[in-house]
């Protein structure tokens, strides 16, 4: 919404899963799997992978972004009656690895490429690592840095803190980008100057803090820092 | 599942929502207002006035419970089209505190009284205090605590550690009661022995902790204790 360049930041910060990479390209491979339940399995499977990251973290019983998402397929599965022997879990895990980046990522990432970029993911380093090499982004980053180092997920400000503890920069000074709505706001809570890429016209949630713009897409963030 | 009586079991501490209470009898006055769509309504102002409580929490950014309820039905409303003026919310807002009883909780409850019993629950004194009078359930309750008093919600442990700090018994002599797969396996997490009530038969969340017994009805709990 805000219209003008925000000249001030210094360095983009950006979510991984729903931001970069389609979190819901697995849904292909899973409705091979289960012909005509990709999609409400992918869905399912997601929401839950969020929920147990909130839910495990306030109940200080951290576990690894791994183990979360496939607790989350486990349930998803069970959840809609689909049979998941753990060849086909494996199968589905480590398509995980290998989401597919959004359309016009690369581009994106070029064109603002003039500040240092960072991811700042609840991904654990053994489930960014490949997504980022498989993307063929390795290099874009100067850093990559996961929730793990904290043992704790967003929308804690424990992870936030990861971003200007590792480029040594204050918050405000960091423009974080995130396409969840929750995790744009928890960064605004947060400090950070914050980017929401809302591509799909979805409604903002309501917890009461507002992202400094609203992005139809990534490359719009070009113009804006 | 476990089939014999617990006798170590001192009082019963009972969630309120969803298990005492009946969080989608707002559905009916929802498609008064709105027909057709009251029964989308009442399910994802509940899916968001839940995800809220942890999300806040985890933001360390508390707001009382009547205000997450309304931040909830705010989106929810906005989400499906709907448009809700303050009075249609007020509305919304007050049957709320007029939820029904969920069948047999009155009978479940009188079979279960030779033990004390308590209610521990996300919702604030405000809301709690007009929904058990209203419910006839007055007297029945030797407390009613709120997770107010942490200014955090479920599943922390925090809230958890309400029940033996007002009950004045180590947790594992307190039988904790719920509907929510979540808060069951929360609150056994903590320490509590914990029976789910599972009426729906739904499938049980995947994070790692197996209530002590499953239940699929409060009147249950009798051969329990």
Not at 40 to 68: C, G, I, K, P
Not at 125 to 142: Q, Y
């Amino acid at each position: 919404m805000a219209a003008q360049a925000n000249t001030s930041v210094k360095a983009l910060v950006f979510d991984a899963y729903g931001t970069l990479f389609d979190v819901h390209s697995v849904a292909a491979l899973a409705d091979r799997l289960f012909p005509g339940k990709g999609d409400a399995l992918s869905q399912l499977w997601r929401n839950r992978q969020l929920q147990y990251t909130w839910l495990l973290s306030l109940m200080d019983r951290y576990e690894d972004f791994a183990v979360v998402t496939e607790k989350a397929l486990v349930f998803a599965c069970a959840s809609l009656g689909l049979a998941c022997p753990p060849a086909t879990r494996a199968q589905l895990m480590n398509a995980y690895l290998e989401l597919s980046p959004l359309p016009g990522v690369h581009d994106a990432l070029a064109r603002v490429s003039r500040v240092p970029l960072a991811i700042l993911s609840n991904g654990s380093p053994g489930m960014l690592a490949p997504l980022v090499k498989n993307a063929g982004l390795e290099g874009r980053f100067t850093h990559v840095i996961s929730a793990d180092a904290r043992r704790v997920y967003k929308p804690s400000p424990r992870v936030y803190q990861l971003g200007p503890d590792t480029l040594g920069l204050p918050a405000a000074s960091i423009g974080f980008v995130s396409s969840n709505s929750f995790d744009a706001q928890g960064a605004k809570a947060f400090g950070y100057t914050t980017f929401w890429v809302n591509a799909t016209g979805s409604v903002a949630e309501e917890l009461g803090f507002t992202p400094d713009a609203t992005l139809s897409n990534l490359r719009e963030l070009e113009g804006k820092i």
